[in-house]
């Protein structure tokens, strides 16, 4: 392998990879200068000269006349009566240059010249490509799927680099195959035995953030900002969007005519259920809307415990709180008040608050049963065994034994 040759392999990659002129310059110089300090044991006496345009590396030696016979090192010093052979007007204490070959190399240096060569080659493209997604963290990049696994896939980009997509954060309804287009946003890169990895996320809420600035112009050109969005992926999201026109009405914006705008949101997130609110510093009112379609009928905020009680109708309850209980744990996180639903005018002075029952029964099945707005023994009882089934996770023994104790609460 000549110089041509070293210098057109790494001109490729780096058109290949967007590795900059001058970087690709300076690390032949060195690549090239290691050997030659190698082999000389020092490179003060050696010029390199890398032209990237022509594809050429020129090395030259410089060499300083002494007397014949006063030769210390070969490397650095030659005769008189060799440097007047050059140039018969040589002059001992003078310099000469003469040009160094690449067959004086030797095959071995010349192959190991190449290894160091793709070696900073590899580095820069690792550097390159980690300093590129580092910048690019909380936005959305399109990749093809290349593999599936049981705990990941790799999907490839524009450029053929490998991102990863976890199972910890795709969308449980999310199935893809090889070949197929995919969607995420960028959230994190690290570096893994000096290999940056790319993680990808279909469940985090910047994910949302930047499809609603894809599908909304008003989003994107700032007229409506995103001030807070929380999801359960996959299931239900709540976004709080202001504008600071008063002529735009930001969901209406968001949302499009007829669902126009969200309704390819809500596919890209499999099915999402997507409420968009209007954003107030109000909150009494950030509450109610949170809740929608709720319809609360007054609200008690402690600001010292960040807790809040939500009385409503008792047919407003279930809207409330939502099929799983997303609802109600969605309007807590947006609001940052822990919420909790009373029902209003059924204040029975014989029935019996759930927690008092702390001592007999689980905190996490109590969870799940306020969950579904049940907060009072009654309020349980009431349901009865066969529908706590179907609207909670819990076991139907478990349920028995949950009546069994509030039933003897009233006997």
Known sequence: ????????????????????????????????????????????HIDVIVNIDKGDVQIFINKEIVDDGEVEDVNIEIPYSEAI????????????????????????????????????????????????????????????????????IMILDDEGNELLLPKSEQIPSDYFKKGESIRAVVAKVDMRNSNPVIILSRTAPEFLERLFELEVPEVFDGLITIKRIVREPGERA??????????????????????????????????ENIDVINYTSNPQLFIQRALSPAKITSIEINEETARAKVYLRPDQVSLAIGRGGHNIKLGGKLTGYELD????????????????????????????????????????????????????????ETIQEVFKILNAEFE
Not at 238 to 248: L, Q
Not at 363 to 370: A, G, V
């Open 1 to 44: 392998m000549d110089s041509l040759e070293l210098v057109d392999s790494f001109s490729e990659f780096k058109e290949l990879k967007n590795i900059d002129k001058q970087t690709m310059q300076h690390v032949l110089e060195d690549v090239f200068r290691a050997m030659l300090k190698k082999k000389f044991d020092t490179d003060e």
């Open 85 to 152: 052979k050059i140039e018969p007007d040589f002059e001992i204490g003078e310099e000469v240059t003469e040009e160094f070959k690449f067959a004086d190399f030797g095959r071995r240096n010349i192959l190991s010249l190449r290894q160091n060569l793709i070696s900073r080659i590899m580095d820069l493209e690792k550097d390159y490509l980690y300093k590129l997604y580092k910048e690019r963290i909380g936005d959305i990049v399109t990749g093809e799927v290349y593999q599936v696994w049981k705990k990941e």
């Open 238 to 271: 709540k976004v709080a969007v202001e504008s600071y026109d008063d002529r735009v009405d930001p969901v209406g914006a968001c949302v499009g005519m007829k669902g126009s705008r969200i309704h390819g949101i809500v596919r890209e997130l499999k099915n």
């Open 341 to 396: 639903v009373y029902r209003e005018g059924e204040v029975d002075v014989e029935d019996v608050d759930l927690e008092e029952f702390a001592d007999e029964i689980d905190s996490w099945i109590l969870d799940e049963l306020k969950a579904i707005g049940c907060d009072t023994a009654k309020s349980v009882l009431d349901l009865g065994v066969e529908d706590l089934v179907k609207r909670t996770d819990l076991e139907d």
